[in-house]
């Protein structure tokens, strides 16, 4: 199971940070990702990582604010929003799947979901 945590309300321009905790050991070659979905909208790729390193990616409006990371002894993977905006505002879910693929960016791709945690960032 994976368990989302560390939404919230923020102003823009502010950071958040969120957490991604997983109740099942993770093998190096787990690809742990964060998804968005605004109301009315797809869910959106976020940001990906191999949990044994090796791979990162993010999507194209995240690269540069955004970073995620992962911490072995806590098994869970962060999520760090700098410099948020409003068009960030979304429910923010965590997802799992065994290895990498090219297709690393689509929701479908993903077999375990958390239940996700809502980011608000206020104008």
């Known amino acids: 199971q994976l368990q989302a945590s560390g939404g919230g309300l923020v102003q823009a321009g502010g950071s958040l940070r969120l957490s991604c905790a997983a109740s099942?050991?993770?093998?190096?070659?787990?690809?742990l990702a964060w998804f968005r979905q605004a109301p009315g909208k797809e869910r959106e790729f976020v940001a990906a990582k191999r949990w044994g390193g090796g791979r990162t990616a993010y999507g194209d409006s995240m690269k540069d604010r955004f970073t995620i990371s992962r911490d072995s002894a806590e098994n869970t993977v962060y999520l760090q929003m700098n410099n948020l905006k409003p068009e960030d505002t979304a429910v923010y879910f965590c997802a799992r799947r065994p290895r990498w693929t090219t297709n690393y960016y689509r929701p479908p791709e993903y077999m375990y979901w958390g239940q996700g945690t809502q980011v608000t960032v206020s104008s």
């Open positions: 099942e050991h993770i093998f190096s070659d787990t690809v």
